[in-house]
Each structure stands twice: as C-alpha cells, then as structure tokens.
C-alpha cells in the first residue's frame, strides 16, 4: 500500500482523542477506522456517545471513504453507509487535503444539521434524547464500551 504512511502519520496524529472525539484505526486494519463522539451540548443529542466508522478505500487519500454510525441516535440509520459530501457519494468533490480527523470534525458539524440524505432520519426531539440516554450503553465488538472511550476523550479535553 502506497498510502501506509499517510496512514501511520494519521494514527500518530490521532493518539490523542480530540475535544469531542476519539478515532484509531483498527489493531490489523489501517483502512477502517472506529470513532466515538460525544454528542453536543445544547441539542437533542447532549449526553449520548455515539459510535462509528470510516472504511478507506485502498487509493486513500486518493479516493473519498464511506462512513458509517453503529448505534441508534436519531439522526442516521444505523450500519448504513451515509452520504456527506466528504463521501465516496461524491467522489467528484473529494480532495487528498482531507484528513481523518477533519472529516471527523466535519461529520460532528453535520450530525446536528437536519439535513436530509442516504441514511438520513428525522424522529422528535424526544426520540433523539431517548437514544442519546440509551448509546451510553454500546458497546463495540472491537472498542468495547463507548462509555469508556468517553472518559478518554474528557480526561484529554482537561489536559489541554
């Protein structure tokens, strides 16, 4: 793989969690990479901590990723791919300028957006806080439980 040390330069860069996030790719797969978020204060989503993945195609950077989100939040389906412009949906818009952790930014910025798209949902303003009461509770075959990883990413947010 050409890509592998933009790869090893991005798991570097992502040793640390971010403010809202933590992403790592998986033990023996450079080309998926697991995120947890938490969701943001002052929406529907405030208090949840919700899981994902973007599958890189080989030619990363190259090419755009798919995204996907594991457990229920109200606003994407869960394990379907989603459409972003920062997607392999739209390939045409794509730049090598991206970086995991900006896409990871991005994806946050339009999780709140209700935007409609491929794996798009609406549900109440209700539903969305019943999920994001209930996602504290995944737990990811490969990362373990999101409550976890949240923890990491708010022991980070105090170290810096």
Not at 74 to 96: A, K
Not at 137 to 155: P, Q
């Amino acid at each position: 793989m050409k890509n592998i040390r933009r790869l090893q330069k991005e798991a570097a860069e992502n040793k640390a969690p971010g403010e809202y996030f933590y992403i790592q790719p998986l033990p023996n797969d450079m080309l998926t990479w697991h995120f947890t978020f938490i969701g943001p204060e002052g929406t529907d989503y405030e208090g949840g901590v919700y899981h994902g993945y973007f599958t890189l195609p080989a030619n990363y950077p190259l090419s755009a990723p798919d995204i996907y989100y594991t457990n229920e939040s109200g606003r994407y389906e869960p394990n379907t791919r989603i459409c972003l412009t920062i997607t392999s949906y739209h390939n045409e818009e794509w730049t090598p300028a991206w970086t995991l952790r900006t896409m990871m930014e991005a994806a946050n910025a339009y999780f709140i957006d209700e935007g409609d798209g491929i794996a798009s949902i609406r549900c109440s303003s209700e539903q969305r806080k019943e999920f994001a009461e209930k996602s504290r509770n995944y737990e990811c075959s490969h990362c373990g439980s999101v409550a976890e990883i949240e923890k990491k990413i708010l022991a980070a947010r105090k170290t810096n």
